[in-house]
């Protein structure tokens, strides 16, 4: 699995821009941190989502930001059933998305969710343990 192509990514950032759900001022935001432009964007139900692979299913591993009343936002994740709070601006919901990236979150990888948890898991150092809820007890 190969680094995804500038252009890949590029791709999922217009087809976001095109789709119209999500609102202007948070993709703006959200494309001018370098963090987050090297990630696959897809959108869901007005929220903004990020991927570490370009191909669906794609990852559940970064936060998302949803929009709320009065022009402010909502950052949950990694999970639906994960809330990180309010904020006021795109460029706050932004950074606390940034904030709350997961270690080493480089460029989306060209690949599905499974082929970018083998990639991480041959990645990882041997003498390092598992991360997670399946990691197993000593």
């Known amino acids: 699995m190969d680094t995804a192509p500038l252009a890949l990514v590029e791709a999922g950032w217009q087809k976001v821009r ?3 759900r999500v609102r202007p001022e948070l993709l703006e935001a959200a494309y001018a941190e370098p963090r987050l432009q090297q990630l696959f964007p897809w959108t869901g139900m007005g929220e903004l989502h990020f991927s570490r ?15 709320a009343a009065d022009g402010e936002y909502w950052v949950s994740g990694p999970l639906r059933s ?11 919901a932004v950074t606390m998305a940034v904030d709350r990236l997961p270690p080493n979150c480089g460029p989306a990888l060209v690949g599905t969710r499974e082929e970018l948890a083998a990639h991480d898991a041959a990645a990882r150092p ?6 997670g809820p399946n990691r197993s007890a000593s």
């Open 82 to 92: 994960e809330s990180v709070g309010p904020a006021t601006t795109a460029q706050q």
């Open 53 to 67: 692979c370009t191909e669906w299913p794609w990852a559940w591993d970064v936060p998302y930001i949803q929009p």
């Open 126 to 131: 041997a003498n390092a343990e598992p991360s």
């Open 18 to 20: 095109d789709d119209g």
